[in-house]
């Protein structure tokens, strides 16, 4: 398994990251957690399109492009209402990355 720093994107890609959202209990405990800045400084570094889906992440760095509220059903007694994003870097956005819903017909 490689880590996402050592994987080459190819030039036209697009990365979409659905990383552990920052701040939920699950995520917390665990000895080795996620590095949230390392993560930040890799997107603000990545030349193709990066979107990055989250409940939160650092308004001075990132643009929310997309957001939607659902019901989070992880377990039989979870029945919260959540507001999901969608992020792209700041430098992204002055380039035009957004997130549209398409169409097949």
């Known amino acids: 398994m490689l880590d996402y720093e050592e994987v080459t994107v190819p030039e036209d890609s697009v990365i979409y990251c659905d990383i552990p959202y920052e701040g939920t209990n699950r995520y917390i405990e665990k000895k080795d957690g996620f590095d949230y800045e ?3 400084q890799w997107c603000e570094r990545q ?3 990066v979107f990055i889906s989250s409940y939160q992440m650092p308004t001075d760095r990132f643009d929310c492009i997309e957001e939607f509220t659902h019901r989070s059903t992880l377990s ?3 029945n ?3 507001h999901e994003r969608i992020y ?3 430098h992204q956005t002055e380039r035009g990355n957004v997130c549209r819903q398409l169409s097949l017909f």
Do not use: M
Request: glycine letters at 0%.
């Open 38 to 40: 390392r993560f930040y």
């Open 47 to 49: 030349t193709q399109a």
């Open 76 to 78: 039989a007694t979870a």
């Open 80 to 82: 919260n209402l959540v």
């Open 88 to 90: 792209v870097p700041k």
